[in-house]
């Protein structure tokens, strides 16, 4: 469908819309205007159902406004939401089966026996770089990073609490060891997304990010240990940041030395080609 008379505001309207009624059902299917209790709503709340009703009132809200708007027919606007509905259907399906893994796990007292492994036997300061390492391995496994998100967070919640680690770090964990899972993972969508916007293969494109990848995750996983131990996350900054200007120094020495040989080498070739030719 093409827009007529689009204007920056016919995108940012929907999407403030959105993100007001899915809140707005979060609350109130946690019964936020009954306790008035924000961690009891968030507790209660029900992920799907709000998704799915801020999403479909955010579709008819669009589909008037933009007609009032005059940017398009209705049938041009009936056609354009059916391609809006089909291009995320993907991620409301993996969302979907996240959280009915979440809920089979909490069903099955995950939270309580990782509660009873970790509790007395690992100290807390270490739970956050443990988080980090299994949310890592899990995503690359199953390549879904709000799958992993919907699986964990719930169990980490009353986990952290009843170990006594830091909630705050232990969330941040979950979050970036899902993030160095997906950039590592070939069955991630950021992976299949990019090899097939660059027009190379999944492997190949895997092959050239997974050394980064890496070096980045060993110096958040330090991270988390220092920060861990000592308690402050300002000495945790300053590792890390010391850290990953230690790597790029050494990376640029390794890799960066044989690519200028690389392309000496090549302008060599060329220009002996060149000659050969004239």
Not at 221 to 234: A, R
Request: aromatic share 10%; net charge neutral; with cysteine.
């Amino acid at each position: 469908m093409k827009l007529a008379n689009g204007k920056p505001r016919d995108l940012i309207i929907p999407v403030v819309v959105l993100i007001c009624l899915v809140l707005g059902f979060m609350m109130y299917t946690g019964g936020f205007f009954e306790h008035h209790n924000i961690s009891q709503t968030i507790g209660q709340m029900e992920g799907i159902r709000s998704m799915s009703y801020g999403f479909v009132v955010t579709i008819l809200f669009t589909m008037v406004y933009m007609r009032i708007r005059k940017v398009g027919t209705a049938p041009e606007l009936v056609s354009a939401a059916f391609v809006g509905v089909k291009s995320v259907l993907y991620a409301v399906f993996v969302l979907s089966l996240g959280w009915t893994l979440g809920n089979i796990a909490e069903g099955l007292g995950t939270a309580d026996f990782m509660i009873s492994v970790f509790q007395g036997n690992i100290p807390p300061a270490v739970t956050p770089a443990i988080l980090f390492l299994i949310c890592a391995a899990m995503i690359f496994a199953i390549g879904g990073g709000w799958t992993t998100f919907a699986i964990m967070i719930p169990i980490v919640v009353p986990f952290t609490v009843a170990t006594g680690a830091d909630l705050s770090l232990c969330l941040t964990a979950v979050i970036g060891g899902s993030g160095l899972g997906a950039t590592c993972s070939p069955l991630a969508d950021t992976s299949i997304v990019a090899s097939t916007a660059a027009e190379i293969s999944i492997i190949d494109h895997i092959k050239t990010q997974l050394p980064y990848s890496l070096v980045c995750g060993a110096i958040a996983l330090i991270g988390y240990l220092v920060t861990g131990f000592s308690g402050s996350l300002l000495i945790g900054y300053v590792v890390v940041a010391a850290l990953f200007i230690a790597a790029v120094i050494v990376m640029k020495k390794k890799w960066g030395a044989s690519e200028r040989t690389t392309e000496k080498e090549n302008l060599t070739s060329a220009e002996s080609s060149d000659i050969v030719f004239e």
